[in-house]
């Protein structure tokens, strides 16, 4: 009895129902003494059980200070919806939405599509605490053979959401610190072909949304930035188009807002820049836009969907696939049913209006303009050769515009020496063997010649 007395007197002595001072003594003397350890416990009411009886959240630490630090933690996380222990990725994948991108703008709908899409399906109903890099890992193999661009994004997400959690206290150890990407497919980044460009000009002429596409071309503006665009905007004098505004999309509306560059010279810099620039009107762009700005108000779009109004995303996406189609129309495309066999088509299907701000880009580098300039006209929002932003000059846009339409004049897009051009199927000698017949319907249609047979 005096030994069980003693050994009742060590064990925990209650202070109150949310305050505890527990010790952890060996019951049995005759056993190797273990080594004594001491904790404080608060706890907070959050609550009834089904009994009728308090419900608890209990907290521990080394000492008061601790334990205090820990209640409050606690109640923070309980207030924000975190019901730590069992919650699933879904779960706290909705409160992380909720939380860290509130305010993430435009970028919210792509984290949550890739939620949506690609990560819950695989690991939603998992608990937080249960999920092991494998997991993640085996969810990003899973694309290999894809997109590097898409799988990327799909890993930042990963990393923002696993990083979060730990940053709340939801999990002590991060899953997502070390996931490397499985093989993928590069993104391709490049301007068009000399065939394709041939194509695109010649169907620019006749199709009705030949003007939107010959604006991408002849300026290498941004889709938004395009269709932005007023007659306000347009200097016909000096020859020149300001970039002040774009539309930006939030699901299918679009909206007015400021340009890529100045979002981006927020981010990284702390500058009164605007993001406006300008940029030169090539000789064979003119025409185009006078006729586009005719009859209009300084203020009207010269893009507009059919009511006046700002075009929508999925009517744009439209615009443009109604345009590749006839580009592979007139590249010679087989068709059945009304459907394009795209294998048999010159034009690359992958062909979006962002090769067309590739395929200028190259044009100044061709042209002989300067890095800085091509920065500045571009819209870039940081220049390689310095760390400053530099407003372009109308010497200098004069002097690029010069070399452009130097560039562009007399220029035959298509001749004979355009077949190193040609996509990697018509490098081999199987590939001219099958294809040699469609370059030469290529070549009919565009130059409405004689057949011209490829070797």
């Not at 580009?327 to 088509?345: D, L, N, P, V």
Request: hydrophobic fraction near 35%; proline fraction near 4%.
């Amino acid at each position: 009895m005096q030994r069980q007395s003693r050994s009742m007197d060590k064990r925990a002595t209650n202070v109150n129902e949310d305050h505890q001072i527990v010790h952890d003594d060996p019951e049995n003397v005759n056993e190797k003494p273990k080594k004594k350890y001491e904790y404080e416990r608060r706890s907070f009411v959050i609550g009834k059980k089904p009994d009728g009886k308090p419900d608890r959240v209990w907290v521990r630490g080394k000492t008061p200070e601790e334990a205090d630090e820990n209640l409050r933690e606690a109640k923070r996380r309980h207030g924000l919806g975190l019901n730590l222990g069992d919650m699933t990725v879904r779960e706290w994948s909705k409160i992380w939405m909720d939380v860290y991108k509130a305010n993430a703008g435009t970028q919210r709908a792509h984290y949550q599509s890739k939620l949506d899409l690609d990560i819950l399906p695989a690991v939603g109903n998992m608990a937080m605490r249960d999920v092991r890099a494998s997991n993640l890992k085996r969810l990003l193999n899973s694309y290999e053979g894809g997109k590097k661009d898409t799988v990327s994004k799909i890993r930042v997400a990963i990393k923002q959401l696993f990083t979060d959690a730990v940053e709340e206290g939801i999990i002590e150890r991060n899953p997502a610190t070390r996931l490397d990407l499985p093989e993928l497919e590069e993104r391709a980044r490049r301007p068009l072909t000399c065939i394709e460009r041939e194509i695109l000009l010649q169907v620019a002429k006749e199709h009705p949304r030949g003007p939107y596409v010959m604006t991408l071309y002849g300026s290498g503006i941004r889709r938004g930035e395009c269709v932005a665009l007023t007659p306000a905007d347009i200097d016909f004098k000096k020859k020149q188009i300001s970039i002040t505004k774009s539309i930006v999309y939030k699901g299918n509306a679009g909206v007015v807002s400021t340009t890529k560059a100045k979002k981006l010279r927020k981010k990284r810099v702390k500058s009164d820049d605007d993001g406006s620039r300008v940029v030169p009107i090539p000789k064979f762009l003119i025409p185009i836009l006078a006729e586009l700005c005719e009859g209009k108000k300084p203020d009207d779009l010269l893009f507009p969907a059919d009511n006046g109004k700002i075009i929508n995303k999925a009517a744009l996406l439209r615009w443009w696939n109604s345009f590749k189609r006839a580009c592979h129309i007139k590249a010679g495309a087989k068709m059945y049913r009304q459907k394009i066999s795209y294998e048999t088509s010159m034009f690359n299907d992958e062909v979006t209006p962002h090769y067309l701000r590739h395929t200028y880009a190259t044009d100044l580098s061709a042209a002989g303009v300067d890095k800085d300039t091509r920065a500045a006209i571009l819209g870039h929002a940081r220049l390689e050769i310095t760390d400053h932003y530099t407003k372009i000059t109308d010497e200098l846009l004069t002097r690029a515009a010069k070399k452009l339409n130097k560039h562009y004049k007399g220029r035959g897009w298509c001749d004979l020496e355009c077949v190193d051009a040609l996509p990697l199927w018509f490098d081999d000698e199987d590939g001219r063997a099958k294809y040699g017949d469609i370059f030469g319907t290529f070549l009919a249609h565009v130059f409405d010649s004689e057949r011209f047979e490829v070797s």
